[in-house]
């Protein structure tokens, strides 16, 4: 039985459910003891905060301890720091990209950067609000400002947001200021005023065109350890809450899974190598009009509907553990119009 360890479980209990199912031996961790999906798992530890300096050191010892084969981690923060130790423990880390690929994907500035030299007509035009101050290269900046102008000026509606965040936390949809001032001296003083009045930090936000979408949809893929996309399922988001997928129902649409093949092999050009479970977000306006909004490299919140419209993640797992040949579905194997309505349920335990 392989025996896996799973980060910052939180709520999910359905993904370790998941993975009892496919016949593995759960192992889970998480800060807070009462986090639900601890207690559906095979065996549980309490574990420390990411930021913690002892955070890798401790997720060690419980692999070596408990003789763990794989481990993933389910929440953002602690993506880079599993990436950044790749190298110490590569057969268990296998499922996560190297270092690079996970800043760039966690850092929504370097994510909309890089990927915007990928595919520029995919991608929402976007600002560090620090390039706003910023005068180390007068000249870069002014055109990087220059070239978001240029695509914002005539919108109603901007988007600020953190350059790390998720959840939709401090996400203000705004005016175009751009509009509205002269020069950017007094529209950087606004910005600044702007954030001081919310206590936050202006260095780490960015601004981004507002994208008047018609659909939102997530995109579940999995990728072999060549970085080649073994199987993907995409759902449109009906409902949200707290940033995660309440209502949903898969959707097959040709130019996505057309478009995600197209820029998987420019990513493996540029070895830039996603692995494992893998998500994509788009903002869809039609299908010659969306924006790739997003990459997380983890099992997605809502994977469960991929899981249930049979596309099983879990056997590809399995494939490349046991080194086995892999069927390389796409999108040809789960099913479209499959609904997920998700409600709260209970259960008590005494004495924590």
Known sequence: MIKVLLSGVGRRVELVNFFKENGFFIVSLDIDLTSPALYFSH???????????????????????ESIDLAFSLIDPELPIFAKNKEKLEDIFRFFPNYDVVNITYNKFLFFEYFNKLAKSNIIPTLFLNDLIEIEDEKNRKLKIDNFINCIIDDDFLVIKPIWGSSSKDFFKIKNIFKHFDNLQDLTKYLINFFEI??????KFII?????????VTVDIFYDIDSKVVELCQR?????RAGEVERAVTVKYLFLTNFILYLSDILIKNDFKLVGPVNFQFLIKDENEFYLSEINTRFGGGYPLSY???????????????NKNLNYFLDSRYKENIYMLRYDSSFVIENL
Do not use: P
Request: aromatic content about 20%; cysteine-free.
């Open 43 to 65: 065996k549980f530890y309490k574990n420390l905060k990411f930021d913690n300096q002892n955070f890798i050191s401790n997720i060690i010892n419980i692999i070596n301890n």
């Open 198 to 203: 919310l206590n936050l930090d202006f260095r």
């Open 208 to 216: 981004q065109k507002y994208i008047d979408y018609n659909e939102e």
């Open 236 to 240: 449109k988001r009906l409902k949200v």
């Open 308 to 322: 249930y419209s049979k596309a099983n993640f879990f056997e590809h797992i399995k494939n490349i553990f046991y």
